[in-house]
């Protein structure tokens, strides 16, 4: 799978946007950018994915530049308990692979909305 | 609905002895991965199921882990001979089939004295 790679840590003021980048210049056409957050002490928590198009949905919405290096979540009005670490994973759907769908985590990016 | 539930929550062991952790994936979901979690690091893979069999189980640190899907549904991570090393949150997701999105568990924060 391919590696990402994210700023280690960002602010945000409650209210307003948390644009949250990454960086994955090796991902395969095939390769999915999922992000998922972990709020301390919990599991992590699904928040969007996407393969060549822009999503959106009730959390956040996932922008994809053309050439696939690179992306950007998006929360739109960030709140306080939206502070998580925010994981930014490509997964191969390739059923004839081998990874099976495993996620590979790298370090995050903690992320701390103050009031 | 029901979210994936691991127990227990905290488990406390001393060097040497042998634990369960157990996971309860969402119903219907064939596909169940077990993660580690180290004190500020992200999740590591261990183990995946389809069903009850094992696919692959690379992730594995050693022959002291072992896991088993027996009917296709609950699992339960098995550690042999604990030791310090192997202190850790132990996550379990779940999803429809392989390469769905994956639901996780809370966690099992695994401390070996």
């Known amino acids: 799978d391919a590696k990402t790679t994210q700023p280690t840590s960002m602010d945000c003021a409650e209210g307003r946007a948390a644009n949250l980048p990454c960086n994955h210049s090796t991902i395969s056409g095939n390769e999915y950018v999922y992000w998922y957050r972990q709020i301390h002490s919990q599991g992590p928590q699904y928040i969007i994915h996407?393969?060549?198009n822009n999503e959106t949905n009730e959390m956040a919405s996932l922008i994809i530049t053309e050439d696939r290096k690179s992306s950007t979540l998006i929360l739109p009005h960030a709140t306080l308990r939206d502070t998580a670490v925010y994981y930014c994973i490509v997964s191969s759907p390739n059923a004839g692979g081998t990874s099976y769908g495993k996620l590979t985590f790298g370090q995050g990016t903690i992320l701390t909305v103050h009031p | 609905g029901a979210g994936v539930s691991q127990t227990p929550s905290n488990k406390v062991t001393e060097k040497g002895k042998y634990v369960e952790l157990r996971c309860d994936p969402i119903s219907g979901h064939t596909a169940l991965y077990w993660y580690r979690q180290s004190l500020g690091q992200g999740p590591e893979f261990l183990i995946y199921?389809?069903?009850?069999?094992?696919?692959?189980d690379s992730g594995l640190p050693n022959d002291r882990f072992f896991a088993v899907r027996p009917e296709g549904s609950v699992s339960t991570l098995k550690i042999q001979r604990t030791e310090r090393g192997d202190s850790a949150v132990y996550l379990c997701?779940?999803?429809?089939?392989?390469?769905?999105?994956?639901?996780f568990g809370p966690g099992t924060r695994l401390t070996v004295l």
């Open positions: 997701a779940s999803s429809l089939g392989a390469f769905s999105t994956q639901y």
């Open positions: 996407g393969l060549k």
């Open positions: 199921f389809q069903g009850t069999g094992a696919a692959d």
